[in-house]
C-alpha cells in the first residue's frame, strides 16, 4: 500500500513540475479510450442482415440518367454538410434548390439508397423542427436560405439549414469529414476536409490490407478517432445529447449503410475509396493528392443500392448506435471540453436524464437508446422553437410538437414514465463549445 501510495505522489510531482507531462498524460489516456472494448460488428443493425443474400441488378441499380443525370449546384442551390443528400439533391432524387420537404426526403431517399419510411420520418420530422420550419414544413440540406422563412419573416431568430448556426442541433463535432464550429481552424461544418478523409482511408488500410475497403467496423473505429482528434486539438469540442451521441455515429453509419454499392458477390454491401470520393465529391489531382469541389457529391455510374427487402430502417439506427456504445463506451459521453484540449468533462447523464441514462454503459442496449434519443429530442425542441419564432407563430409551432414531432418518435418506443430530461440550454452552461446560435457572419457559408 505505501508503495502505491508513493508511486501516485511521484507521478503528482512530476505532473507539477512538467506540466506537460499532464497533456501527454491526458492525450495517452484518450487514446486508449479510442480502442474497443469488444469488437463493432462486422454487420452492424438488425442481425437479419448478416445473413442476407439476395442481388437483383435491375431492382437496385441507381438511374443516374435523364432526369436523374448528375448535375453541379448553380447559383443559388444549396448543399451542406450530408454527401447522401446532396449527392441525391445532384441528381434530382431531392429537388436541385436544396429546400427539403418530408415528402421529397421519404420518397427522394428510397428511391435512390433504400433508407426506410419510419428512418425517414424520424429523421425529417427532427431537423425539421430543429433546423427548419415546421409550418411551412420546409428545411435547408445546407446554409440558411429565405425560401425557409415564413412570408412574414421570423423576428426573433434565424432558420439555419442543417450547417453552419445549425450546429448542435442536427450536425455536432466531430463528423466524417467536417470540421468543429468553434474549432481555431478548420471550423466549417459545411466543408469537408481531406486529412480527415485520408484518417479515414488509412483506418481502412489498415483494417482491410488487401482491399481497402470502407467497413462499418472502419467507420466506427473513425468515429472514435475523430472525437480523440477534437479532444485533443479542439478546445471548444462540445458533444450535447442527441447530435453528439446519436447523430453524429448515425452519419457515420449512413456513409457505410445507404452509400455502398452492392452485387452478387456482395449482397450486403462494399465501399471502395474511389467510390466514396465520388460520393463525397472529391477528385485526384495530377499528384494523387485529394481535392475538395464543395456541393459536387456524384452517385458512380453502375451503382447499385441497398436492396429494398433489406432496407436501413429506425430500428437499425437505434441499434447500430447501441452496439458502437458497447463498442467505444467513451464516443457516448455527453460533454465537452472547457475551454483547452484535452480537457474533456463529461455530464453526468442520470442527471439531465432523470436516471433514464446513468453510464454509457446503459446506452449499449437498444431499448434505453430509443428512449435516450426519444427524450433528448423532445427536451431540445421546444428552446429551439423558442429562439425561432415569437407570438402566434410560437405558439402555432409549439402546437405542431404533439401532432407531428411525437408521432415521428413513437415507433422508438413506448418509453413509459419517461422522465422530461433537460435541454442542451440547461447541461450546456460553461462549455464554451455549447453556444447554440441562430445567426451571424457565417450564416451564407458555402
Same mark, same amino acid.
Given at each position: 500500500m505505501l508503495s502505491k501510495l $508513493?508511486?501516485?505522489?511521484?507521478?503528482? +510531482?512530476?505532473?507539477?513540475?512538467?506540466?506537460?507531462?499532464? =497533456?501527454?498524460?491526458?492525450?495517452?489516456?484518450?487514446?486508449?479510450? +479510442?480502442? &474497443?472494448?469488444?469488437?463493432? &460488428?462486422?454487420?452492424?443493425?438488425?442481425?437479419?442482415?448478416?445473413?442476407?443474400?439476395?442481388?437483383?441488378?435491375? =431492382?437496385?441499380?441507381?438511374?443516374?440518367?435523364?432526369?436523374?443525370? !448528375?448535375a453541379a449546384p448553380t447559383q443559388g442551390q444549396i448543399r451542406g454538410p450530408c454527401a447522401g443528400l446532396n449527392a441525391a439533391a445532384n441528381h434530382g432524387y431531392l429537388p436541385r434548390s436544396g429546400i427539403?420537404?418530408?415528402?421529397?426526403?421519404? =420518397?427522394?431517399?428510397?428511391?435512390?439508397? +433504400?433508407?426506410?419510411?419510419?428512418?425517414?420520418?424520424?429523421?425529417?420530422?427532427?431537423?425539421? $423542427?430543429?433546423?427548419?420550419?415546421?409550418?411551412?414544413?420546409? !428545411?435547408?440540406?445546407?446554409?440558411?436560405?429565405?425560401?425557409?422563412?415564413?412570408?412574414?419573416?421570423?423576428?426573433?431568430?434565424?432558420?439555419?439549414?442543417?450547417?453552419?448556426?445549425?450546429?448542435?442541433?442536427?450536425e455536432a463535432d466531430a463528423s466524417i469529414t467536417r470540421g468543429d464550429f468553434f474549432a481555431p481552424t478548420q471550423n466549417s461544418n459545411c466543408r469537408s476536409y481531406t486529412n480527415f478523409v485520408q484518417d479515414l482511408f488509412d483506418v481502412a488500410n489498415k483494417m482491410n490490407p488487401s482491399t481497402g475497403f470502407l467497413t462499418p467496423q472502419v467507420y466506427a473505429q473513425h468515429s472514435a478517432n475523430r472525437k480523440v482528434y477534437s479532444? =485533443?486539438?479542439?478546445?471548444?469540442? $462540445?458533444? &450535447?445529447?442527441?447530435?453528439?451521441?446519436?447523430?453524429?455515429?448515425?452519419?457515420?453509419? $449512413?456513409a457505410w449503410a445507404l452509400l455502398s454499392n452492392h452485387s452478387a458477390e456482395y449482397p450486403r454491401g462494399y465501399q471502395t475509396q474511389d467510390n466514396f470520393l465520388s460520393l463525397w465529391g472529391y477528385t485526384r489531382g495530377s499528384k494523387g493528392q485529394l481535392i475538395y469541389n464543395y456541393g459536387h457529391e456524384r452517385i458512380p455510374n453502375n451503382y447499385y443500392k441497398r436492396a429494398p427487402a433489406d432496407a436501413w430502417t429506425l430500428e437499425d439506427i437505434v441499434i447500430s448506435t447501441a452496439q458502437q456504445c458497447a463498442s467505444y463506451p467513451s464516443n457516448c459521453q455527453i460533454g465537452g471540453n472547457t475551454g483547452k484540449v484535452n480537457s474533456f468533462s463529461g455530464i453526468d447523464p442520470g442527471d439531465i436524464t432523470g436516471g433514464l441514462i446513468n453510464s454509457a454503459k446503459d446506452l449499449s442496449d437498444p431499448a434505453r437508446m430509443a428512449c435516450f434519443i426519444s427524450q433528448a429530442i423532445q427536451a431540445d425542441a421546444p428552446g429551439f422553437l423558442d429562439a425561432v419564432f415569437e407570438g402566434p407563430e410560437l405558439n402555432e409551432a409549439l402546437g405542431l410538437i404533439n401532432t407531428q414531432l411525437l408521432p415521428a418518435l413513437a415507433p422508438l418506443g413506448s418509453c413509459p414514465n419517461l422522465p422530461k430530461g433537460k435541454s442542451v440550454f440547461a447541461y450546456g452552461h460553461g462549455y464554451p463549445g455549447a453556444q447554440v446560435q441562430f445567426g451571424g457572419p457565417r450564416a451564407t457559408e458555402h
Open positions: $508513493f508511486l501516485v505522489l511521484e507521478v503528482a +510531482s512530476l505532473v507539477t513540475a512538467y506540466p506537460h507531462i499532464a =497533456e501527454l498524460a491526458a492525450k495517452q489516456h484518450v487514446r486508449r479510450q +479510442s480502442i &474497443p472494448t469488444v469488437p463493432f &460488428p462486422e454487420w452492424p443493425g438488425n442481425p437479419t442482415h448478416a445473413l442476407y443474400n439476395q442481388f437483383n441488378a435491375t =431492382e437496385q441499380l441507381i438511374d443516374v440518367t435523364g432526369e436523374h443525370a !448528375w427539403a420537404t418530408a415528402e421529397s426526403i421519404s =420518397e427522394g431517399l428510397w428511391n435512390a439508397f +433504400s433508407l426506410a419510411l419510419d428512418a425517414t420520418v424520424f429523421l425529417e420530422t427532427a431537423t425539421r $423542427f430543429f433546423d427548419g420550419n415546421p409550418i411551412t414544413g420546409e !428545411w435547408s440540406i445546407g446554409y440558411a436560405s429565405s425560401a425557409v422563412d415564413l412570408p412574414t419573416g421570423t423576428a426573433l431568430g434565424q432558420i439555419t439549414g442543417i450547417c453552419d448556426y445549425g450546429h448542435l442541433k442536427t479532444i =485533443e486539438n479542439n478546445p471548444n469540442y $462540445f458533444a &450535447p445529447a442527441y447530435a453528439g451521441v446519436a447523430f453524429t455515429f448515425g452519419a457515420h453509419m $449512413f
